[in-house]
């Protein structure tokens, strides 16, 4: 993954993630294989897990340990009230943030509207 897509992606990772959970619960290593096949092919399980552990603490989702036929319980991660409307806000900022972004590259497309700019 190029770097500027990496740096990009550390700011919107917490919503993408919370935004799988808004699907339905899930656990760390569906989240990760969900991310790869939407394309994020290079995310570490471990970025994914160290995010869940923060969401966590925020009280951004619900945790339920499952028992899991391969080894230790899994925990698995729901959207909750909170979880929800912070992932509302993220899309409402990311609508706005999208918006501008195309505004701007659209009239980079035509150039300066102005000889001589301002």
């Known amino acids: ?24 619960p899930a656990y760390g290593y569906e989240i990760t294989a969900r ?15 160290a995010l869940l552990v923060r969401v966590e603490q925020r009280g951004l ?23 929800g409307e912070y992932l509302e806000e993220f899309w409402a900022n990311w609508g706005f943030l999208s918006e501008r972004l195309e505004s701007l590259r659209a009239e980079g497309r035509t150039g300066p509207t102005t000889a001589g700019g301002m």
């Open 61 to 83: 989702v619900d945790v339920e340990k499952v028992p899991s036929e391969k080894g230790p319980p899994r925990k698995v991660y729901s959207l909750n009230a909170q979880g």
């Open 35 to 49: 991310l790869r096949e939407e394309g994020f092919s290079d995310i570490a399980e471990g970025t994914i897990y």
């Open 1 to 24: 993954m190029p770097r500027q897509v990496t740096e990009m992606l550390k700011g919107i990772l917490e919503g993408l993630v919370l935004a799988i959970l808004g699907g339905g």
